[in-house]
C-alpha cells in the first residue's frame, strides 16, 4: 500500500471500490508515522488496540452512510481524546480526560478515526513550533527550518499525507503560521464558531479550533460538520445561516493589501517576490486591488502579549506556574509570568484602545470583500529561533496577532515556493462569520495555482464547493431606519440578516426626508444630475423570510437595484420620483444617520 493522496473524497473512492479497508489503511498509516518520529510531529501515537473501538463503530456502515466514514485525523495535544493523556506539551500537566472534546465527538460520531494526539509549542505559546519538551517540530520540507507554531505537528502530518486532517488551535496565529510554512490550508473561523469545551484555553475569550486540510473542498465539509452551536461553551456562537454561501468569481471582486511601506518581510526578499506574485494572480483572477493603511491592525496587534490578554494565559496555567514553575520551558514561563502582575485597570485601558481600533478597521473591511497578508513575512531555520527565540517570533506574529482580539475570520491558503523551495503562504481576512465566503476566495486561488498537496507529489485535484442556490440568500441595500443601531434594524435581525459591508452608493442619488411617520423615513431616488454619493449598509437575509419583511415597507418606497460606489449593483430600497414635491431634500448631509443626529 501506497496511499498519499489523503482528500476525504480520494479515500472514500478506496472504500468504495474495495482497495482496502479502515483497518488496512490505519496499519499503514501508524507505520508511515513511526517512520517518520524525526520530525517531533506526535506527542502521543496511539496503538492499533487504542484505535480499534472507532473502526468498530463503522461496522455495518459506509461512506453513504457516515460522511467522514474512515478519515484518519490528527489532534493537537491541547484538545482531549478520552482516555488518551493530554500534556499541552508539559508533563507536569498531564492528565487523562473522561471525555472528548466536543469538536473531536463531532468528527468520531461522523466516521473520523484518530491516529494521534500532535507536538505544539507548550501550552499553545508561540509562533515557532520549537517550545516543546517533546523536540522541535521539522518542517516537512526542509528539517534545518522551523514548521511553525504552535500547532506545529497538526500542519506536518497533514502536510507529509499522514492524515487527511487534523486540529489546532489559533490564539495568535498558531492555526496560520504552520500552515504556511508546510504548504497546507488553515481556516481559523470566527470565534466561537467551533466549541471550545474540552480544550485547554490559552486566551480562553480569544481562543479559536483550527482545521488543517490539503484542499478547501474537504475544509469545506469540515467545517460544515464542526459550525455546530455548545451550549456549554459559554463562548460558543450560532453559525448564521448566511454563513454558508460563497462569493462567487463571476464578477469582480475586491481585496485589500497593506500600504506598502507597512509590509514587512524581515529581509526575505523571496517572501516579498512571493506575496507580489500572489497579489498578481488575484488581480488576473479578476480581483481589485486596493492599498489601506494597516496601522490600526497592528496597533490591536501589540496589544496580545503587551497588554493584559497574557493574564488570560497566566490563568490557564495556575496552579501549575505558581506551584512549580520550573515545570514549564523558561521561554513560556517568561513570556506567561508577567500576566499575574496586570490590574482592572489595565484590562480596561487595553480594551477602550482595541474598540478605538476595531471602529477603524471594520470600517477598512467593509469597502473589501477580503484582506490579504501574507500570513507570516519569512521564515526561519530551528537554530536561528533557538539562537534568538523572543525576537524572531514576535515577527512570525506580525501579519497575526490581531486577528482574534479583533473577531475576525481567516484562512491561510498555499501560494507558492521560494527559489529554495520552501513553501509560502498568504491569508486571507475578514469580519466574523465571513467563513464561507473566505473559502470561497481561497478555492479559486488554490485551483489557480494547483500547487501539490503539501509535502507530497499529489496533484491538486479538481474541487467544487457545494453551490447555493440563489434563493437561498440575497442582499438587500439599506439607507435609512434599517441600518445599524437604528429603529428599524431589528427587522432585519430578526430575520436572520447579517451586515455584509457599510459603504456609499455612486454619485447618482439624492436623499430626501420623506412625509408622515413614525419611525420617520428617507428615500433614495436616482437622478441625472447633482447627485451624491449617500451612506447605504448591505445586509444579506436568507430568502425565506424576505416575503414578510417586503410586506412592512410602506409605499413610495419599494424595491430596485442600487449602484454602490464599487459599481456593484445590489438590491435595495428606491423611493418613487413623485414623492418629490412633499419632501425635504437631505442630500447634504449624505446621510440619513448624519441628518437625524442633528435634528
Not at 114 to 130: C, E, H, R, S, Y
Not at 278 to 297: M, P, Q, R, T
Request: overall charge negative; some cysteine.
Amino acid at each position: 500500500m501506497n496511499i498519499t493522496n489523503m482528500t476525504i473524497a480520494q479515500l472514500h473512492a478506496h472504500y468504495r471500490a474495495g482497495d482496502f479497508t479502515p483497518t488496512e489503511l490505519v496499519t499503514y498509516l501508524l507505520g508511515k508515522a513511526n517512520a517518520l518520529e524525526d520530525y517531533h510531529s506526535w506527542i502521543y501515537l496511539l496503538s492499533l488496540e487504542e484505535i480499534q473501538p472507532y473502526i468498530d463503530a463503522l461496522k455495518g456502515k459506509s461512506p453513504d452512510d457516515l460522511p467522514l466514514y474512515g478519515i484518519p485525523f490528527a489532534i493537537k495535544d491541547n484538545i482531549d481524546l478520552a482516555g488518551i493523556p493530554t500534556t499541552a506539551a508539559c508533563e507536569a500537566f498531564t492528565y487523562i480526560p473522561n471525555e472528548s472534546a466536543y469538536v473531536v465527538e463531532l468528527l468520531t460520531e461522523a466516521g473520523a478515526i484518530p491516529i494521534g494526539k500532535t507536538n505544539l509549542d507548550q501550552f499553545a505559546t508561540g509562533l515557532v513550533g520549537t517550545r516543546s519538551p517533546y523536540g522541535a517540530t521539522k518542517n516537512a520540507f526542509d528539517k534545518n527550518y522551523i514548521s511553525g507554531g504552535s500547532s506545529s505537528g497538526s500542519a506536518v502530518v497533514v502536510a507529509q499525507g499522514l492524515v487527511s486532517f487534523s486540529l489546532g488551535t489559533d490564539t495568535a496565529g498558531s492555526g496560520r503560521v504552520p500552515a504556511a510554512f508546510n504548504n497546507i490550508l488553515g481556516l481559523k473561523p470566527s470565534r466561537g464558531l467551533l466549541s471550545n469545551q474540552g480544550v485547554v484555553p490559552a486566551c480562553r475569550t480569544l481562543d479559536c479550533v483550527a482545521i488543517f486540510a490539503t484542499t478547501v473542498s474537504d475544509l469545506n465539509q469540515l467545517l460544515s460538520l464542526t459550525a455546530v452551536f455548545d451550549p456549554e461553551d459559554p463562548y460558543s456562537r450560532k453559525n448564521p445561516k448566511t454563513n454558508q454561501a460563497y462569493k462567487t468569481s463571476a464578477k469582480p471582486f475586491h481585496f485589500a493589501v497593506p500600504q506598502a511601506d507597512q509590509l514587512m518581510f524581515f529581509d526575505n526578499t523571496h517572501y516579498q517576490s512571493a506575496f507580489m506574485k500572489s497579489v498578481a494572480e488575484l488581480e488576473n483572477l479578476g480581483g481589485i486591488k486596493k492599498e489601506i493603511d494597516f496601522s490600526e491592525f497592528l496597533k490591536a496587534a501589540r496589544l496580545l502579549y503587551a497588554g493584559p490578554w497574557v493574564t488570560e494565559r497566566y490563568l490557564a496555567c495556575q496552579p501549575l506556574i505558581d506551584d512549580d514553575p520550573q515545570a514549564l520551558l523558561d521561554v513560556t514561563r517568561a513570556i506567561i509570568a508577567p500576566g499575574k502582575d496586570n490590574t482592572a485597570t489595565d484590562a480596561f485601558s487595553a480594551q477602550y484602545q482595541l474598540q478605538a481600533c476595531k471602529q477603524k478597521t471594520d470600517a477598512l473591511l467593509d469597502e473589501v470583500d477580503f484582506l490579504l497578508t501574507p500570513t507570516a513575512g519569512t521564515i526561519y531555520t530551528i537554530q536561528q529561533v533557538q539562537n534568538d527565540p523572543i525576537t524572531l517570533n514576535s515577527n512570525l506574529g506580525y501579519y497575526t496577532n490581531y486577528m482574534n482580539l479583533l473577531d475576525y475570520a481567516s484562512i491561510a491558503v498555499p501560494a507558492g515556493f521560494t527559489s529554495e523551495g520552501l513553501p509560502f503562504g498568504v491569508t486571507m481576512v475578514s469580519t466574523a462569520f465571513s467563513d464561507n465566503q473566505l473559502l470561497g476566495f481561497a478555492s479559486l486561488l488554490q485551483q489557480s495555482l494547483k500547487l501539490p498537496l503539501g509535502a507530497t507529489s499529489q496533484a491538486l485535484p479538481e474541487q467544487t464547493l457545494p453551490p447555493v442556490a440563489i434563493d437561498d440568500v440575497m442582499n438587500i441595500v439599506v439607507c435609512g431606519a434599517h441600518m445599524s443601531g437604528l429603529s428599524l434594524n431589528h427587522q432585519l435581525l430578526e430575520r436572520d440578516a447579517i451586515l455584509v459591508k457599510k459603504c456609499k452608493s455612486a454619485s447618482m442619488y439624492k436623499l430626501f426626508a420623506l412625509p408622515g411617520g413614525p419611525p420617520e423615513r428617507p428615500g433614495m431616488i436616482r437622478v441625472e444630475k447633482g447627485g451624491v454619493p449617500i451612506e447605504v449598509e448591505v445586509w444579506q437575509m436568507p430568502t425565506k423570510h424576505f416575503g414578510s419583511f417586503l410586506a412592512g415597507i410602506p409605499h413610495p418606497l419599494g424595491l430596485g437595484k442600487v449602484e454602490l460606489d464599487n459599481g456593484d449593483w445590489e438590491t435595495g430600497f428606491i423611493c418613487e420620483s413623485y414623492i418629490v414635491s412633499l419632501a425635504t431634500d437631505i442630500s447634504i448631509h449624505g446621510s440619513w444617520r448624519e441628518f437625524i443626529s442633528k435634528k
